[in-house]
Nanobody, 122 residues
Framework: QVQLVESGGGLVQPGDSLRLSCAAS????????LAWFRQAPGKEREFVAG???????FYLDSVKGRFTISRDNAKNTVYLQMNSLKPEDTAVYYCAVHITGAWFPEGSYDYWGQGTQVTVSS
């Protein structure tokens, strides 16, 4: 079982930056595939960014060039650096972990965090 603890959300103005963190339990974190999803009010949850255990990354088209996903295996933590935030980025952001089977970044995940609210408003 993997436990996930997220932090870093908040209310910011358009153009501001935030850095989300997700600390995970597990003795084999370095082999986990990790991702961030988000869900806005009235919308379905969507894939935002993913990073494999090899370090390869994937992004939602609308966040490319603005968001960066990274991982620190020594701290069992995955990050999402969000720059140039826009109102349409407003959502609850979730950390997710894929462990078992073939990994498809936008596919299903084994464990989820509780979510952290990001609000971008002027």
């Amino acid at each position: 079982q993997v436990q996930l603890v997220e932090s870093g959300g908040g209310l910011v103005q358009p153009g501001d930056s935030l850095r989300l963190s997700c600390a995970a339990s597990g003795r084999t974190f370095s082999r986990y595939n990790l991702a961030w999803f988000r869900q806005a009010p009235g919308k379905e949850r969507e894939f935002v960014a993913g990073i494999g255990w090899t370090g390869n990354t994937f992004y939602l088209d609308s966040v490319k060039g603005r968001f960066t996903i990274s991982r620190d295996n020594a701290k069992n933590t995955v990050y999402l650096q969000m720059n140039s935030l826009k109102p349409e980025d407003t959502a609850v952001y979730y950390c997710a972990v894929h462990i078992t089977g073939a990994w498809f970044p936008e596919g299903s995940y084994d464990y989820w965090g509780q979510g952290t609210q990001v609000t971008v408003s002027s």
